[in-house]
């Protein structure tokens, strides 16, 4: 390959916080939020021009994962963030229809159903609008490209944007990106899943507008409802892949609706279109980082105690013993040593791209579990940063009680 020598460059400095989250979907959003709350000065790095990531740019519009969704089912295994996070939708008109069997709840504080349908355009204003309560500094269309490192600490990263290229330095770094990319250029290991691990294939969600009255059972909101559309063309293994793939599953879109009209006469009937494709083809996985604890198949199918359990999973497993493999307990337990990656110092990774075997991720990659373990994330992020300690020496036992204290869930009754 033909290369080019890049010079070397001084960056100027542009911020510096107690700790910096680079990714802002529902991993990201919690993070940042829980960090502020607890007195941390945090930054929100995000590439595109709003947050919620998958859940709002991919129209991936099911929150699932409250609560187990078949019996035993009577514990809401998450609160605190996500918990405030749905009742200010409900608050503002921006909760749909989930089409997920499930025992429908109050939704209340501490009574939400398993699942839940959003408005992609309220959860973007209602997030947005906690992270600005929260006193979260929020810096949009700004994407990492390398971390600043001190031997094996991270200190920052640096980022490009309009302003061109500049650093911004952390006393500690949570990597919310999903694909693990700070981690992973910080020198952490990391696995991926082959296609023949039954990995999760990725997709194009759209929206379907103008469907007045016409029964249609997918995540319904107003005149609208999210589908699943057509699935990616190919791999996602590098910038051209993901290019080529996209470009393709784009250009199979009408072709997919053209389907779904002749299947459904009622939405042809009501003058259904097409309202909207996403920003971001629907990736579900790429990147798991290798932490201090790698959380197994067994332990969440027994459903292991952990002394650092930091949040709770409940949600089934997506396709790994056939469709579905729903949980026998209330739900299993994420240790935070799956949140501390091995060999860089100073980073915290938070999201779908934590430490876990395949199967467990397919429960709590549900972004109801995957914001409790942000929460996990930007709380012990301001710990440390508060108190001087490396993420993998932290207090767990204030760690938890910290998280307690704010209304998340990390233990359940024996
Ligand atoms: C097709 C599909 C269907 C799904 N179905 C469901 C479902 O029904 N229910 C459910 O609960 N979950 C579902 N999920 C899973 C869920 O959406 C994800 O597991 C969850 O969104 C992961 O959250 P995250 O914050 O870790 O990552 P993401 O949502 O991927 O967010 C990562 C954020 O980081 C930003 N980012 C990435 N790289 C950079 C960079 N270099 N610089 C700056 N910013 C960056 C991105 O723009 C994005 O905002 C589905 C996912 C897909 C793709």
Redesign the pocket.
């Known amino acids: 390959m033909r290369r080019i020598h890049e010079p070397a460059r001084e960056l100027a400095v542009a911020g510096e916080f107690d700790v910096v989250v ?8 919690t993070a940042a939020i829980a960090s502020a709350r607890n007195e941390a000065k945090t930054l929100l ?4 021009g709003f ?5 709002t ?2 129209l ?1 519009n ?4 409250f609560r187990n969704q078949v019996k035993p089912d009577a514990t809401q295994t998450v609160k605190g963030i996500a918990q405030e996070i749905i009742l200010a939708l409900k608050e503002t008109g921006g909760l749909g229809k989930s089409p ?1 069997k499930q025992e429908e709840h109050a939704t209340v504080k501490d009574d939400l159903s398993y ?1 839940y349908c959003i408005d992609p355009e309220k959860f973007k204003f209602v997030v947005l609008e906690m992270a600005m309560e929260s006193g979260v500094e929020v810096l949009f269309h ?4 390398a971390p600043v490192m001190a031997g094996n600490a991270i200190e920052g990263v640096i ?1 490009e944007n309009k302003s061109g290229r500049s650093a911004i330095l952390g006393k500690i770094v949570v990597d ?4 693990g ?2 981690a992973a250029r910080a020198g952490a290991p990391f696995w991926e899943a082959k296609h023949e691990d039954k990995k ?4 194009l ?1 759209y929206k379907i507008s103008g469907l007045k009255d016409a029964p249609f059972e997918s ?1 319904r909101y107003g005149d609208s409802s999210v589908v ?1 559309g057509p699935a990616m063309v190919w791999g996602h293994n590098d910038a051209w892949e993901i290019s080529h793939s996209e470009v393709a599953t784009r250009l199979e879109v009408y072709d997919h609706f053209k389907s779904l009209l002749g299947a459904n006469p009622a939405l042809a009937a009501a003058g259904a279109y097409v309202g909207e494709t996403p920003a ?6 790429t990147r798991f980082i290798e932490g201090v604890y790698k959380l197994t198949a067994d332990d969440a199918i027994t459903g292991r105690r952990f002394d650092d359990a930091v949040a709770i999973s409940s ?1 089934p497993i997506i396709h790994y013993y056939g469709y579905r493999r729903f949980l026998e307990h209330e739900g299993y337990f994420i240790p935070y040593r799956c949140l501390v990656p091995k060999k860089v110092e100073n980073l915290l990774v ?4 934590i430490s876990s075997e395949q199967q467990p991720y397919e429960s709590h ?4 579990p ?1 914001m409790a ?2 929460q996990a994330a930007g709380t012990a992020a301001a710990l440390c940063a508060r108190d001087g300690v490396a993420p993998r020496d932290l207090d767990v036992k204030l760690l938890r009680e910290t998280m307690e204290a704010q209304g998340q869930v990390v233990e359940l009754p024996r």
């Open positions: 680079v990714g802002g979907g529902p991993a990201g959003i790095i995000e590439k595109l947050l919620g990531g998958t859940a740019a991919s991936m099911n929150i699932n994962g997920y699942s700004t994407y990492f490209s980022v919310a990106t999903g694909d990319d700070v999760l294939v990725d997709g969600m995540c699943w971001m083809l629907g990736i579900r996985q949600a938070s999201g779908r791209c990659r549900s972004m109801a995957i373990i942000g």
